[in-house]
């Protein structure tokens, strides 16, 4: 009864005023999304702390950007089922990240016996043991790299389902829409900050990367 009660309320949400955008917000998500993996591709690589991080940075902004643009579209009256679970994809990729990148800032700061974050869990050195995480922020991220991998198939699977359901004109704004942003952001030599609510967790001193 609960799951039904659940569906139900999911229709009642669908709107005919998204419908007219639907195509663009999905080509733009679907842009984003591919952003998003690109950068998260080259954090993976050996290179200085900083530059890993901002381009964690990056990935986080694509991640939410896609999000928001899924979500417009899986509010229109004939988004599928299967549009919900890519969204639940993109919030578990997010926090998965979201997650290895603090880790990975605060693991440098439980390096430095200077950093006030060490005098803190070491009581100033008096501790008579080291801290240590059990999941470092490396191990997290490959943990992202492998719900990537699990979703990219599904994805690509529901986004030509997506591209067949559309008529002639529908396809025409999808693929005029997702030309121009790839265009637009390939042109882009920014990485841009996450923002919004991933500010929360990015607002200690040694978070910051400029």
């Not at 733009?28 to 381009?55: D, H, T």
Request: aromatic share 8%; hydrophobic share 40%.
């Amino acid at each position: 009864m609960l799951a039904q009660r659940g569906v139900d309320m999911a229709k009642q949400n669908k709107n005919p005023v998204y419908d007219i955008n639907r195509p663009v917000h999905l080509a733009w998500s679907s842009v984003y999304m591919e952003k998003a993996f690109k950068l998260f591709q080259e954090c993976l690589a050996k290179a200085p702390m900083k530059r890993r991080l901002q381009l964690i940075d990056g990935c986080l902004h694509y991640l939410q950007e896609a999000l928001e643009h899924a979500t417009l579209a899986s509010k229109a009256t004939k988004a599928l089922p299967q549009e919900e679970s890519f969204l639940t994809f993109i919030r578990m990729e997010m926090i998965c990240i979201c997650s290895a990148r603090v880790m990975l800032d605060n693991e440098i700061q439980l390096g430095d016996s200077k950093s006030q974050f060490w005098q803190f869990l070491h009581r100033g050195g008096k501790a008579g043991q080291t801290i240590k995480f059990a999941r470092s922020g490396e191990q997290l991220l490959e943990d992202a790299e492998h719900l990537f991998k699990l979703a990219r198939e599904p994805a690509e699977d529901l986004r030509q389902v997506l591209l067949d359901g559309m008529n002639g004109e529908q396809k025409a704004r999808y693929r005029l829409a997702h030309d121009e942003l790839r265009v637009s952001l390939a042109r882009s030599r920014q990485i841009p900050r996450a923002e919004r609510f991933f500010q929360i967790f990015l607002q200690g001193p040694g978070m910051k990367n400029e």
